[in-house]
């Protein structure tokens, strides 16, 4: 697994959590991981994210380019044009 896109509001777990479960096992911990929300954060929320988080996003507004360009720095050129299906 290259990375990790996660969504902080899901209907069985929170991100939070899968964030924290993630975080336990080292093969797992290195796999960057991008959040995109729309939860309202609270201060020690977002401090969590910047410290345990590649990324975060906000859904309101333009944030697909912002996001793309940070998956881009993490994985790279060739594992994104595979994903895409060049080659």
Same mark, same amino acid.
């Given at each position: 697994?290259?990375?990790i896109? /996660?969504?902080?509001?899901?209907p069985?777990?929170?991100?939070?959590?899968?964030?924290?479960r993630?975080?336990?096992?080292?093969?797992?911990?290195?796999?960057?991981?991008?959040?995109?929300?729309?939860?309202?954060?609270?201060?020690?929320?977002?401090?969590?994210?910047?410290?345990?988080?590649?990324?975060?996003?906000?859904?309101?507004?333009?944030?697909k380019?912002?996001?793309?360009?940070?998956?881009?720095?993490?994985?790279?050129?060739?594992? /994104?044009?595979?994903?895409?299906?060049?080659?």
């Open positions: 697994m290259d990375a896109l /996660l969504d902080l509001m899901m069985e777990m929170d991100g939070f959590e899968v964030l924290a993630i975080k336990k096992y080292p093969a797992w911990s290195e796999i960057p991981v991008f959040i995109v929300t729309t939860k309202d954060l609270a201060e020690a929320e977002m401090k969590l994210l910047k410290r345990e988080a590649r990324a975060l996003f906000g859904k309101e507004g333009s944030w380019a912002d996001l793309l360009a940070e998956v881009h720095k993490a994985v790279g050129d060739s594992k /994104l044009a595979k994903s895409a299906g060049q080659s």
